[in-house]
Structure formats: C-alpha cells, structure tokens
C-alpha cells in the first residue's frame, strides 16, 4: 500500500497566482481529510470529504479556498488568488469511516506564496 | 467550543529519562487519539483509546484515558533520540479530529 499520496511536495508561487494540491487516499478509505499546518495556529482542518461528499467546510479560511473530490482515489484543494499568509504545509489524510485504525496522513504539501 | 490542551508546549530530557505529556479536555471525550510527527514530517497515527481508565502499552510508551474520560497521558520510559517529535492527542468531533498544540519533546544524547 504506497499511503496518501500528495503532490506537488514543495510549492512556491507568486502572490495572486492560483495553485493546486492534489491527494490521492489510501484506496477503501472512505473519509478524507485536508489540514493546514503554521507554527502559528497548529493543525487545522480545513474541509474533509465521506463518500466523495463534501460533510464539513467549516475550517476553509474564505472564499479563495475551494476543495473537490471527483471520485474515491482523487482530492484537490485549489487556492485562488495565493497570499503569502496562506504559506504553510498542507496535508491530506484519510480514514475508514469509523476511524478506529485513525488517521493516515500524506507527506504534505509545503507551500510558499511570494 | 470543546478543546484539548496539552502540557507541556516543550520538554527538553537527557536520552535515557523518563517523558510524560498530558491532555486535558473541560468536557467528556468519546475517545482520544494520539500521533507523532518527527521534525518536517507528517502525523503518525500512535493510538486510540475509548475506555474510561483505559491503559495501553506500545513497547516504551504508555498510554491512559482518565476515568472521566477527560484527560489522557502519554507516557515514555527511558526516551531515545528516536524519540524526538511533537505528539499531539486529538479527538473526534462530529467525523473529524480535532489536534491539540502539542507537545514537542527533544533529547539530548
């Protein structure tokens, strides 16, 4: 099993372009999760998606942020326009639906908006 | 709302010491999850717990749910510098985890 997969690893772009992370869940995993990480503010959830269906989207900063989920192996959060304080990792996770086994998490995007 | 606080922020041991880090909630958990993440990596699921009083061992690490179910400790006997990470207790709200701040614990060899 080759986990959640995340790309791109690093991203630096300019202010006011858009930018794209992408997740790929563990297959069977039916739950799946996208978290900002700062030094500032900790691990935040920002939307998280059961059976393709966006459940919660609470934690999406404003309207810049949009978050899909096409099908079970696809996920993508899209930032548009970028601002330097969206700079921070971001990561993907995904989980069974009854969550006992927790989360698995992806190995984050590092985003760096100039 | 509902929230975790952990203590402490940053714990600083020589290699061979013991580690303790607490969770502490003002309102009844269902249960509690605990992840590593090792410095510029990303959260390690460890465990969860669900009984109240509930212990669980994994090698040098121990873990308990309060009796009331709400606080938790993570426990690490004899720590190594493989042991070097943030862990971050967490809990399940409504189908999704809420973290803590973490605690991110050093050793020096």
């Known amino acids: 099993d080759a986990g959640v997969i995340q790309s791109p690893r690093h991203e630096v772009t300019e202010m006011g372009q858009e930018v794209t992370l992408r997740c790929k869940p563990i297959?069977?995993?039916?739950?799946l999760f996208w978290y900002r990480q700062t030094m500032m503010r900790g691990l935040e959830l920002l939307i998280y998606?059961?059976?393709?269906?966006?459940?919660?989207d609470s934690g999406m900063p404003e309207d810049r942020f949009s978050a899909k989920m096409p099908n079970a192996s696809f996920s993508t959060l899209k930032i548009q326009p970028s601002e330097p304080r969206d700079s921070a990792v971001y990561f993907c996770?995904?989980?069974?639906?009854?969550?006992?086994?927790?989360?698995?998490f992806g190995s984050g995007t590092r985003l760096t908006v100039v | 709302g509902q929230q975790v606080m952990q203590i402490p922020q940053y714990q600083h041991v020589q290699e061979g010491e013991d580690f303790t880090t607490y969770c502490n909630s003002s309102?009844?958990?269902?249960?509690i999850q605990w992840y590593k993440q090792r410095p510029g990596g990303h959260p390690v699921f460890l465990i969860q717990?669900?009984?109240?009083?509930e212990v669980k061992k994994q090698k040098r690490l121990t873990f308990q749910f309060g009796e009331a179910k709400k606080n938790s400790s993570l426990h690490i006997t004899a720590t190594q510098t493989t042991d070097v990470g943030t862990y971050f207790c967490?809990?399940?709200?409504?189908?999704?985890?809420?973290f803590g701040q973490g605690t991110e614990l050093s050793v020096k060899p």
């Open positions: 309102t009844t958990l269902s249960n």
């Open positions: 717990l669900v009984k109240s009083g």
């Open positions: 967490c809990y399940n709200q409504g189908g999704k985890l809420i």
């Open positions: 297959s069977g995993h039916n739950s």
């Open positions: 996770a995904s989980s069974l639906e009854n969550n006992r086994g927790g989360y698995t």
């Open positions: 998606f059961n059976n393709n269906v966006p459940i919660d």
